[in-house]
């Protein structure tokens, strides 16, 4: 698998998850993608205390993000790959993409 094999994925996902114009993702999905949808839920939400089970749930989640992005320019074509189809359904699961 190459880079632009990734990127292909990337780019797909991300028109998946955000949506695209003219045929083009918004955005792609990456690892610092996912960080920045987990960070900008949990400052969105406040402190409230019926949304401290989200904010948890995020929290949770934005340290997973952090340990994939650590490890993620380290993985081979192949399992960075496999990390994108997991930060997608991540996000889609967690109600972070926009489509």
């Given at each position: ?16 998850c ?38 948890n ?43």
């Amino acid at each position: 698998m190459s880079s632009s094999d990734v990127g292909e994925i990337s780019d797909t996902l991300g028109g998946l998850c955000f949506g695209e114009e003219d045929g083009r993702p918004l955005q792609q999905i990456t690892p610092q993608v996912g960080l920045q949808r987990i960070e900008d839920s949990i400052l969105q939400l406040g402190s409230s205390l019926q949304l401290s089970n989200i904010i948890n749930d995020l929290e949770e989640l934005l340290q997973i993000f952090i340990a994939i992005q650590n490890q993620y320019s380290s993985l081979s074509h192949y399992q960075q790959s496999i990390k994108l189809f997991e930060i997608f359904r991540m996000l889609k699961d967690a109600n972070l993409c926009t489509i």
